[in-house]
Nanobody, 123 residues
Framework: QVQLVESGGELVQAGGSLRLSCAAS????????MGWFRQAPGKDRVFVAS????????FYEDSVKGRFTISRDNAKNMVWLQMNSLKPEDTAVYYC????????????????WGQGTQVTVSS
């Protein structure tokens, strides 16, 4: 059974930092590109960042470029999202997702999703 378990979300003040973690199990982790998505209240879930299966390539949504960093450790089956200079508009539920692909194609469906972790940024 495949599981993606996110953690690290909490309430933080604007300008602060958080590190989200995603622990993967039940899949050949090294074969999957990994992504982070977020869903704000009343809005659709949107792409935030992705990392290739090798970890050599990363992609970011424009609003988080320079503030967020995605990384992975294939030996530990882990992926992280380091979030700095947080803004109130970053408030959302953050989801980890896996796609059986060398890089993450946002035009294709994800194969697996986690349950999400809440990030709240106060002004």
């Amino acid at each position: 059974q495949v599981q993606l378990v996110e953690s690290g979300g909490e309430l933080v003040q604007a300008g602060g930092s958080l590190r989200l973690s995603c622990a993967a199990s039940g899949l050949a982790f090294g074969l999957y590109a990994m992504g982070w998505f977020r869903q704000a209240p009343g809005k659709d879930r949107v792409f935030v960042a992705s990392v290739s299966r090798s970890g050599s390539s990363a992609f970011y949504e424009d609003s988080v470029k320079g503030r967020f960093t995605i990384s992975r450790d294939n030996a530990k089956n882990m992926v992280w999202l380091q979030m700095n200079s947080l803004k109130p508009e970053d408030t959302a539920v953050y989801y980890c997702a896996a796609q059986n692909s060398p890089i993450y194609y946002t035009s294709r469906p994800s194969d697996y999703w986690g349950q999400g972790t809440q990030v709240t940024v106060s002004s």
